[in-house]
Nanobody, 121 residues
Framework: QVQLVESGGGLVQPGGSLRLSCAVS????????MGWYRQAPGKQRELVAT???????NYADSVKGRFTISRDNAKNTVYLQMNSLRPEDTAVYYC???????????????WGQGTQVTVSS
């Protein structure tokens, strides 16, 4: 069974850094676009950053210059390096990925279980 397994969340002070990881568990044929979303209490889930299989990235305006998304295609893993964290970055962070589980299958979107990031002094 294919799953996305997240790690790296936690509590950090304002101005601090965290690195989130999201690894594909299970056998797949290919991983296409991968990304991170977040959802704060009482708010809708919002895009944080995405990265294509070739490395093209896209960021929400609110995180540009502070967050960096990257991926290791050999490990089918996507990362989110978060620097200069602010209290308003507090949310549950979810990774997603468009995965092709076998050669002639259509890619489907998978979501991780979510990891809590809390920025507070």
């Amino acid at each position: 069974q294919v799953q996305l397994v997240e790690s790296g969340g936690g509590l950090v002070q304002p101005g601090g850094s965290l690195r989130l990881s999201c690894a594909v568990s299970g056998s797949i044929f290919s991983a296409n676009a991968m990304g991170w979303y977040r959802q704060a209490p009482g708010k809708q889930r919002e895009l944080v950053a995405t990265i294509t299989s070739r490395g093209t990235t896209n960021y929400a305006d609110s995180v540009k210059g502070r967050f960096t998304i990257s991926r290791d295609n050999a490990k089918n893993t996507v990362y989110l390096q978060m620097n200069s964290l602010r209290p308003e970055d507090t949310a549950v962070y979810y990774c997603n990925a468009d995965l092709q589980v076998a050669r002639f299958y259509t890619a489907s979107r998978y979501w991780g279980q979510g990891t809590q990031v809390t920025v507070s002094s």
